[in-house]
C-alpha cells in the first residue's frame, strides 16, 4: 500500500508544505502496451436494470418514520429588506411540526456577509422562511399564512447595466457589482505590438444566454437526527463536500454527520455542495423531533440552484496572411447573479486552445439582482469557446484557409498557459477521424446552392470546432477492496456515481486489476460514514481521481491472494498467475479459483486499500476533441435542424467505449441546447424570471436531437496523468458543439450568428442583414480600446 | 498492519492448514500496568440519547416508497402432511401483490431434508404460504383466504418420551427422535471406579423448562430488490451471517447482498442468523416487484425463532470425606424441537468447572413436534448448571462444609476439560468479594428461626454459585478507522450493537489507542457492504474479537499521525507524543492538536487497519463468576423474593464500568426469571404451547427483579486472551442465578427443589415433602445404571 499525502499547513505562522509518502507501491501504469481484458469493453451499466425499471431509490424516493414534508418561502422581490415576518398563523396551522426564519433561529453565515435567512433579499427566489408540516400540502397552506413587510429597494438585473453607475449594488460594500472588485486579468506577450505587425485583426462581440441546469431530478434533502448525529440523504455531487459545509454551518464534527447518495438524476455541476435547503432541512427536522424531506419543485430549481453565466464577450484575433495566429484579446462580462461565486473560466479557450505567444484577457463577474452562477458542464469553456470558434472560422476565412487548417497551422504542441509539456495530445488524431467521418475534404467549400431546387429557402452547411480541458485527476482519493468467501469482491469508495457510469467504470478497473471476472466484482460509493474520501464527481473529475485508487487497492488484493496461494499451494508467488478469478500455476499443474483458495475463509476476509496521489504538476493534463455538424438551415423560417454531429474526443485511456459514448452523445445534445435552444429570460424591469420551467424554457427532448450522433474517443493511455490511463470526460463534449454548429450555419448561409441560441428569431435578424459585411456585430473600435490601455 | 490468516481448505483431496502472516506489527497487549485514560471509564452509551428518546430507527421502523407487508400462514396442527394448498383467493384478493407457498416457488433447502415451505409441517406454527400486501391487515384477511387440506399425523411434544420406541418420529430417518443418532458422551478417568471408592455418593434428577428468548424487537425483516442485488434490514446478531444464509438459499452472490441493521432490540442468541422469514421477505419481494416487510408478531415470536432447550438431567456426584470431589456423572435429555440443532453444552458445567479427575457425560438431543431450540445466552451452561450448583450444595452438607469452602476445596487452577493453562483466572478474587459483600461468614448457617416472630411463614435463606463461561475472542474480525480533517474520527466496523454498548465500548478503545479525545470517536455498526468482516455478536464474543481489531486499527492510525507531524514539526517521530488528540515535542516545545495537523487536508483521509487474529490454543480462555443470594421464602404461599443479589464476575480488563455492570444487572435480572418464573407450557395432547405471549409467559418485570442487585467486577487483564486485555461478559452473569437462588432457598426451609422455575406450586409441592429425606426426587438407581454399563 502507498500512501502519499501532500499537506501544507500553518503552525506557529510557518507554513509547511510537506509530501509524505507513508509506505508501499504504486501499481505499475497500464500504457498503450498493456494487456487487458475487461478495460476497454463495452460493458452495459452495471445499474442500468434498478434504473429502467424504477427499483432506484433517489433522494425523494427516501422515507423515513414521521418523515415531515417541507417547503420554502421564497422573496417576491428581487431586492428588499424584510421590515418583519409573523410566523405565529402559519405555526398554529394544525400539521405544521417547525416553522424557522430570520427570527426564529440563531443567525448562520451563508454568502458573504449574509446568512442563511437574511434580513435582505437579493433575488426573486430568496428564502425567507420554511414550513415543516406532516404533507407538503399543508406546508404550502403554512406557507400563505407567513406575514412578511418588505422594504423594496431598487434591483439590477441586465449584466450589460450592472456596472453602470447608476446600477444599484447587490452588496453594499460592492458598490459596482464587481465580484472581488476588480476584473480577472491574465496576459502573455505583448498583444499591441502583435496587434500592430498583423495583417489583419479580426473582431466581434458575443453574447451567450443564462442556461438553467435543469435536473431531471431537482435539488433536495432529507435530513434525519438520531441523538446528536445527523444523517442526510441529499442529491448531490460531492457528499463529503455537503458534509464539510453542514458541519460548518451547523457546527458539528465531521464525524457525527452522514452524507447518503445512491442514485442520482443529474447534476452538470449545479450539486457540488450543500445548499440552503440541505441547512433548513436539518434545522428543520431538529425543531420539529422528526426527519424532513425537503424538496425543491421545478421553479424552484430554476430560480435558485445555480445557472450557466449569461456572457458578453468582446473578442479580437491578430493574423498573419500565412494563418499564424498572433495574438488573441478577449474582454468578457460574466453574470454571477446575486450569491455567485463568479470567476468562471470564460478567457480559458482563449488561453489554452492554441498556439499564440500574445494573449490578453479581462474577465469581469458581476453582481445581479438574480439567482447565483455555478459551475455548469464545462463552465466557462462552454461560453468562452462559441466566441473563440467563431473567431477562429472569421480568421481562417479572412487568411483564406479551410477552417481545419487554420486551427492546425496553429496546433499547440506545449500547453500555451504554463508553457508544459501534455501528458498527452490526441487533438490531431480527431481532427483527422472527425474530417474522415463528416467527409470534411470533399465537401464543398463556400455558401452553396440550396439543396433543394424545389425549396431554395433550405440550405446546408458543415462546420467544426475544437476543444480543450482539464480532467486529469484533482485531489487524492481511496479504495478499500473486500473480498468475500465465495470469491466476489465489494469495492468501497466515498466517490458518487452522478449517472455517468462510475460503478460500471470501476468495476471494469478493479476487476481487471484484481485478475477477476467482471461479475464477480461490486462497487459502492454514496456513504460518508461508511466510504473513505473521495472527491467532487465534477471537473471530469471521477474517473482520473478514482480509478487509480481502486486500481491500486486491487493491486494489493491480487498481490494477497498470491501471497495467500503460494503458501497453500506451496509454489513461489512469482509463479502463480491470477486471472479471470483463476489461479493457475502453469503448464501441466492444476488451476484453483480464488472461491476455491478462500472458500474456508467466511470468518476472513482479504482487505486491500489503495489512494491516488496527487498530480504531476510538471505536465498540462488536458483532454481534447472537436466536433463537426451538418446542418440544414431553412431561411424562411430561421430553424435549423442538425443532420449529422461528429464528436470525436481524447481524454486518455477509454475505459469502458459504450459509457464514454453515452458521455458525447449526453454532451452533444446539451450542446447543440445551449446553441440553438436554451435561454433563460428575465424581464429586467421586475426582475422577474419569466420562465423557470420546463414549458417555456427549451431543452431538447428526443426529437430534437440530431439525427445523427457519432461519438468516438482517441484511445491514447496518458500514463502520466493516472496511472490506469483514464483521464475524464464528463465535460469535453459539451464544449465544441454551439460553435461548430453556428460555424456550420455560416457556411450554409452565409451569416454570422454572434449570439446564442441560434433560436430562428435571432437567425431571422441576422439573415436580414445579410447583405451587411461578415463581421456585422462588430464592436466599436472604443469597446476594445480600453483593453489596450489597461495593457500598458 | 498485521494480516494473520488461518486457512483450512482443501484443493485436489489434501487439506491445508495454514497461517499466513501477511505483514506488519501487533499492537502492544495492554496489561495490568498500562496507563489508560479512556479505557476504564463509566462513559455512558454514545447512543443513550437516541435510543430512549424513540429517535434510534430499528428493523421495524424502516419505511420504503412502496413497502408491503407480510404474513406468514403457519401450521395449526403439531404434525401433518400437506394435501394441497390453494392461494388462489387470496392472490384475488384486492391489495394482495404476492402470495407464495410450497408449489408457487422453487424449493429452497432449509433444515435436514426440508424446505422453507415443506410439504410436512412439523410443529404448530410451521410455515405453510406467505402473503405480501399493501397493508398488514389486507396481509392478514389474505391468509384466511388460503385453503389446506391436511392430513394429520401423530406427534410427540415430550422431550421425556420422545426417544420411546412408541412415540412417532419427527423426522422419518430419525426413528428414534435423536439428533445424530445417538448422545454425545464425554469422559476423562474412570468414573466407576470414583464412584465405588468414594464415601459419598449423591444424586438427584433435574428439570428445567423451556424458556422464551422473548427479545422486546420481534424477529423480522425488510427486503428491497434493485436489479439483482438484494438488500435486508434485518433484526440480527449477525449479519455477515445473514448475508451468507440468505445468499446460499437464494442461489446469490455474497455481494449482491446487502444486510444492515443498526439499532436493536435484543437477541439473546435468537438472532443469530437469517430465519425463514428473512428467506420469505426476499421471496415475496421479488416475486411483488416492491420491498415487503415481514415482522413476526408476539405471538410468532414464541412459536418460531427458537428457544432455551427443556432438559431433564440425572446427575451424581462421588465426594471425598474431606471435601475432594472425585467424580461427576450427568446423563441429560434436552428438548431441541422439530427443527433444532441440538447438542447444547448442558454438561459444560460438569465437565468445566472444578477440579474433577473423573467425568463421564451423556447428552440426548431430542427432535419434538415443537419450536426449534437455539441459542440462548450460555446455552446449555444455565441449563447444566443449575443441576450442578445444586448438587455442589447437597454434596457440601454432606461432608459438613460450607457451600462456598467445598467450592474453593475443589477449586480447578487448570482447565479440567482440556488439561490447558488459564489465560487468566479471577474466580477466587470473585469468591472473597461476593462473601465479604452478602456477609456470607458472618451468615448463620443451617436452618435458621423465623425472620419475624409474628410471620413464623416468612424465612431467609443464603445461598451461592459459581459459572465457568467461554469467551476470548473467535474468529478473527476487521476495523478501519478513518481521520477526517477536523480532527475526528470513525471506525468502521462489520459487527453490530445488539443493545450491549459495542459502540461505546469501541469507541473507547479506539479514542486510547489513537491517543483521541473519547468524544472526537464515531463507531459505525452493522452494514456487511461497507463494513469489514466481523463475526457473530453472540458467545460473549463481541468485545474480545473486536476490540483488539479496533486496537490495531488505532494504533496504525496513530503511527501515521506521528509520521506526519514529524515530516511537519522535523523533529524524530520518537520525540512526538499523541495523547487526547493532541501532538507534544515534550517540554518547552509548542504542541500542536491533531485537528491542527490534518486540518488543511480535507482532500484526504488518514485510513488505519486492523485484524484481530486466531485465539492462542495453547491456553484455555474462560471467564468466571460467582453470585450470592439472600431470598425471603413465604412458607404459606411460596412466594420468593429476592432480597439481595450479589454477583462478581472476572472476564479480563473492565473497558467500560457502567456497560459491563448494566451487562451484570440484565444477566441476573434474566436469571431469576429462569429460576423463579419462566416457563413455556406445551399441552401434549393437542401439541400447542398455551403461552406464547407475555400475558401467560412471565418475565422478570421492575417490580419483580431483586430488591438489591450488586454487580462487581474483578479487573484483571488478560492479555494472552485479547490485545486488550478484555474477555466477553454478555453471557456469564446469566449462569450462576438460578443454582444460587435455589440453594438460597434450601438454606431458608430446608427444601430442596430439583426444578425450575421454582414457581409458588413447585415450591409449595416441594415444602410439603419436607418431612422426606433431603433428596427427595433421587432417581431409581437404574436410571443411572446405564452410565456405568456404556462406560465400560
Redesign the interface.
Known amino acids: 500500500?502507498v500512501?502519499v499525502?501532500?499537506?501544507?499547513?500553518?503552525?506557529?505562522g510557518r507554513v509547511?508544505e510537506?509530501v509524505?509518502v507513508?509506505d508501499g507501491e504504486l501499481p505499475a501504469p497500464w500504457d498503450s502496451k498493456a494487456e487487458l481484458t475487461i478495460v476497454g469493453q463495452p460493458v452495459p451499466r452495471v445499474?442500468?436494470?434498478?434504473r429502467v425499471?424504477g427499483?432506484?431509490?433517489y433522494t425523494s424516493?427516501i422515507?423515513?418514520?414521521g418523515?415531515l414534508h417541507a417547503r420554502i418561502l421564497r422573496s417576491p422581490h428581487p431586492h428588499a429588506r424584510i421590515k418583519y415576518v409573523d410566523i405565529s398563523a402559519a405555526e398554529a396551522l394544525p400539521g405544521v411540526r417547525a416553522v424557522i426564519c430570520r427570527d426564529s433561529t440563531a443567525p448562520i453565515k451563508w454568502h458573504r456577509s449574509s446568512f442563511v435567512f437574511d434580513s435582505t433579499l437579493r433575488y426573486v427566489g430568496d428564502e425567507i422562511a420554511a414550513v415543516a408540516a406532516d404533507s407538503l400540502e399543508i406546508a404550502s397552506d403554512a406557507l400563505r399564512l407567513i406575514k412578511v413587510e418588505y422594504e423594496v429597494l431598487p434591483h439590477i438585473t441586465d449584466e450589460q447595466h450592472a456596472n453602470d453607475e447608476a446600477s444599484p449594488p447587490v452588496w453594499v460594500d460592492e458598490p459596482r457589482n464587481v465580484i472581488g472588485g476588480e476584473p480577472e486579468v491574465y496576459k502573455r506577450g505583448d498583444v499591441d505590438k502583435a496587434f500592430k505587425d498583423a495583417d489583419f485583426v479580426v473582431q466581434a462581440t458575443f453574447r451567450t444566454p443564462t442556461a438553467l441546469h435543469n435536473c431531471l431530478e431537482t435539488h433536495g434533502s432529507v435530513a434525519q437526527?438520531?441523538?446528536?448525529?445527523l444523517t442526510i440523504w441529499d442529491s448531490t455531487q460531492h457528499i463529503?463536500g455537503v458534509r464539510?459545509r453542514v458541519?460548518e454551518r451547523l457546527g458539528l464534527?465531521?464525524?457525527?454527520v452522514r452524507v447518503i447518495k445512491h442514485y442520482m438524476g443529474g447534476g452538470f455541476g449545479s450539486k457540488n455542495g450543500a445548499g440552503k435547503y440541505t441547512v433548513i432541512a436539518a434545522l428543520l427536522a431538529r425543531k420539529a423531533?422528526r426527519p424532513v424531506k425537503l424538496m425543491l419543485n421545478r421553479m424552484e430549481e430554476n430560480l435558485v440552484t445555480g445557472n450557466r453565466d449569461s456572457t458578453v464577450q468582446h473578442i479580437a484575433g491578430a493574423v498573419k496572411k500565412d494563418g499564424t495566429l498572433l495574438a488573441l484579446k478577449l474582454v468578457c462580462y460574466a453574470n454571477s447573479g446575486a450569491y455567485g461565486g463568479g470567476g468562471m473560466p470564460i478567457a480559458g479557450p482563449v488561453q489554452e486552445m492554441y498556439r499564440c505567444a500574445n494573449v490578453y484577457t479581462e474577465s469581469w463577474s458581476l453582481y445581479t439582482n438574480l439567482g447565483r452562477d455555478s459551475a455548469f458542464r464545462a463552465p466557462g469553456f462552454v461560453e468562452g469557446n462559441f466566441a473563440l470558434e467563431s473567431l477562429m472560422d472569421m480568421m481562417a476565412e479572412k487568411v483564406k484557409l479551410d477552417p481545419l487548417e487554420f486551427r492546425k497551422k496553429n496546433y499547440a504542441e506545449r500547453a500555451p498557459k504554463d508553457n508544459l509539456p501534455y501528458s498527452s495530445k490526441g487533438l490531431r488524431q480527431a481532427y483527422e477521424r472527425g474530417a474522415d467521418i463528416i467527409g470534411w475534404h470533399s465537401r464543398a467549400w463556400a455558401d452553396r446552392p440550396a439543396v433543394d431546387p424545389k425549396n431554395p429557402d433550405i440550405r446546408r452547411g458543415y462546420g467544426m470546432a475544437s476543444q480543450v480541458w482539464g480532467g486529469g485527476g484533482g485531489?487524492?482519493a481511496?479504495a478499500?477492496i473486500?473480498v468475500?468467501?465465495?470469491g466476489?469482491?465489494?469495492v468501497?469508495t466515498g466517490t458518487q456515481d452522478i449517472g455517468t457510469g462510475t460503478k460500471t467504470v470501476l468495476s471494469q478497473v478493479a476487476a481487471e486489476a484484481m485478475g477477476f471476472r467482471f461479475?464477480?466484482?461490486?462497487v459502492?460509493v454514496g456513504?460518508t460514514?461508511?466510504?473513505?474520501?473521495a472527491?467532487l464527481s465534477a471537473g471530469s473529475m471521477t474517473v482520473p481521481s478514482m480509478s487509480p485508487a481502486v486500481q491500486m487497492a486491487a493491486l494489493d488484493v491480487h498481490k494477497?491472494l498470491l501471497?495467500?496461494a503460494a503458501?497453500?499451494?506451496e509454489v513461489k508467488s512469482a509463479r502463480l498467475e491470477l486471472k479471470g478469478s483463476v489461479i493457475s500455476q502453469g503448464k501441466g499443474k492444476?488451476s484453483?479459483t480464488v472461491k476455491?483458495?478462500?472458500?474456508?475463509?467466511?470468518?476472513?476476509?482479504v482487505?486491500g486499500?489503495g489512494?491516488r496521489g496527487p498530480n504531476d504538476n510538471s505536465y498540462a493534463i488536458n483532454t481534447f476533441g472537436c466536433q463537426f455538424a451538418e446542418v440544414e438551415v431553412d431561411t424562411a423560417t430561421g430553424q435549423v435542424r442538425v443532420l449529422r454531429l461528429v464528436a470525436i474526443h481524447e481524454s486518455g485511456r477509454v475505459i469502458n467505449p459504450m459509457t464514454i459514448t453515452s458521455q458525447l452523445y449526453g454532451g452533444v445534445t446539451q450542446g447543440m441546447g445551449y446553441g440553438l435552444m436554451e435561454h433563460r429570460v428575465v424581464d429586467h424591469r421586475s426582475g422577474i424570471v419569466l420562465n423557470p420551467n420546463l414549458t417555456d424554457y427549451k431543452i431538447p427532448t428526443a426529437l430534437d436531437v440530431p439525427l445523427e450522433i457519432v461519438g468516438e474517443m482517441i484511445d491514447l493511455p496518458d500514463t502520466i496523468a493516472t496511472t490506469t490511463g483514464a483521464k475524464g470526460i464528463g465535460e469535453p463534449p459539451i464544449v465544441p458543439t454551439a460553435p461548430a454548429i453556428a460555424n456550420a450555419i455560416y457556411d450554409a448561409c452565409g451569416v454570422r450568428v454572434f449570439q446564442a441560441p441560434i433560436s430562428p428569431d435571432v437567425l431571422l435578424d441576422a439573415l436580414q442583414r445579410r447583405d451587411q459585411p461578415m463581421v456585422v456585430e462588430q464592436p466599436a473600435a472604443a469597446e476594445l480600446a480600453p483593453v489596450s490601455q489597461k495593457e500598458e
Chains 1, 2 share one sequence.
Open positions: 500500500m500512501k499525502l501532500k499537506t501544507k499547513i500553518e503552525i506557529e509547511h510537506e509524505v507513508i445499474d442500468g436494470a434498478e425499471t427499483q432506484a431509490r424516493d422515507q423515513l418514520p418523515l437526527w438520531e441523538g446528536d448525529n463529503f464539510q458541519a464534527a465531521l464525524n457525527k423531533g485531489p487524492p481511496h478499500i473486500k468475500n468467501a465465495d466476489t469482491a465489494d468501497i461479475e464477480d466484482v461490486r459502492h456513504d460514514s461508511l466510504g473513505v474520501y472527491p494477497q501471497a495467500i503458501e497453500v499451494l492444476k484453483i476455491e483458495l478462500i472458500g474456508g475463509l467466511s470468518d476472513y476476509m482487505v486499500q489512494l
